[in-house]
Nanobody, 119 residues
Framework: QVQLVESGGGLVQAGESLNVSCTAS????????MGWYRQAPGKERELVAETDRDGRTNYALAAVGRFTISRDNARNMWSLRMLSLKPEEAAVYYCQARVITVVGAYDYWGQGTQVTVSS
């Protein structure tokens, strides 16, 4: 089992920056990849950025060049640095951890943190 807790959401104005972080506990050594997703009202949850324990990263097209995902393995934490936020990027941001086991892959989710971007 892996438990995830997000922090750092809040209210910013369009064009401002914000960091969100996720701290993992429990079976953290089993985490293979971690990511950030977001879900706006009435929309499906979508990938924002992801990274794996080998350091590879993947970003949604809208995030390229403005968002950076980083990891702190010593503290079992990963963060998302978001620059130049847009009002349409207001959403609940969820951190995700993917665990690979002998019987398959499992995703764990945090409770979400609200990011509000005012125009």
């Amino acid at each position: 089992q892996v438990q995830l807790v997000e922090s750092g959401g809040g209210l910013v104005q369009a064009g401002e920056s914000l960091n969100v972080s996720c701290t993992a506990s429990g079976s953290v050594t089993s985490i293979y990849a971690m990511g950030w997703y977001r879900q706006a009202p009435g929309k499906e949850r979508e990938l924002v950025a992801e990274t794996d324990r080998d350091g590879r990263t993947n970003y949604a097209l809208a995030a390229v060049g403005r968002f950076t995902i980083s990891r702190d393995n010593a503290r079992n934490m990963w963060s998302l640095r978001m620059l130049s936020l847009k009002p349409e990027e207001a959403a609940v941001y969820y951190c995700q951890a993917r665990v690979i086991t002998v019987v398959g892959a499992y995703d764990y989710w945090g409770q979400g943190t609200q990011v509000t971007v005012s125009s």
